[in-house]
């Protein structure tokens, strides 16, 4: 049974390259055209609120982090209100786009999607906000959602308006953190990764104290 911190990451990675294939649509006049080089990690620092990840987009002369939020289809209906609100949370909080992602339909709503879109098009169509719905992953492949996401808005961020944040934190907004691990050939099972990662999630979580930290 997968985690929504699993999904979401197998998530945030194909619609990095998802944009890094539109990137001439998505970032339509900034930067140098087709040099964009994207990549999905997760937000480094732990201030509130914090997004599901971070796609990291750079150019020779710009780069932008865009907020990356992602609802599994047993957090209901609501998942799409609260997703729609962490949304703009991300941009007051320095972010300079944000990503939902939520499924392409609920027992109680057929089309999620659409109906999001509408909200902010009716309220603010010139918002830096990209929305993506997905269809049921294939875990047990190597890309779970491959072929699996549909966009359903995306704006060119050239013609969005600047958010300018006012929670003083762009900065946290701006560190990403990448996560690096060897393992010695003959003992890569996934449980090794597993186990370490899941020992480094404990020990930032509780300040880096060694001393009280539980390991696996």
């Avoid at 040099?35 to 997004?51: I, K, V």
């Avoid at 007051?92 to 027992?107: N, W």
Wanted: aromatic letters at 10%; hydrophobic letters at 35%.
């Amino acid at each position: 049974m997968s985690s929504h911190n699993t999904e979401a990451a197998y998530a945030s990675a194909e619609i990095a390259s998802i944009i890094q294939n539109q990137q001439d649509h998505f970032f339509n006049g900034l930067g140098t055209a087709g040099a964009w080089s994207l990549f999905a990690g997760r937000e480094g620092g732990c201030q509130w609120p914090l997004a599901d990840g971070v796609i990291s987009a750079t150019n020779p002369n710009k780069q932008f982090n865009i907020a990356f939020e992602f609802k599994r289809p047993n957090e209901g209906v609501h998942g799409i209100l609260t997703a729609l609100g962490q949304s703009y949370a991300y941009l007051e909080k320095g972010y300079d786009a944000s990503v939902m992602c939520i499924p392409c339909r609920y027992s109680s709503h057929n089309n999620p999607g659409n109906h999001v879109n509408r909200i902010i098009e009716a309220t603010a169509p010139d918002i830096p906000i990209w929305i993506f719905t997905y269809d049921n992953p294939d875990l047990s492949a190597t890309r779970p959602f491959l072929n699996k996401i549909t966009c359903v808005r995306d704006n060119a961020l050239s013609l969005c308006r600047t958010i300018q944040g006012t929670s003083g934190s762009a900065s946290t907004a701006s560190r990403v953190t990448t996560l690096w691990a060897h393992v010695r050939e003959g003992m890569s099972h996934p449980d090794a990764l597993f186990r370490f990662c899941q020992s480094v999630k404990m020990v930032s979580s509780s300040g880096e104290n060694l001393i009280t930290g539980i390991f696996p």
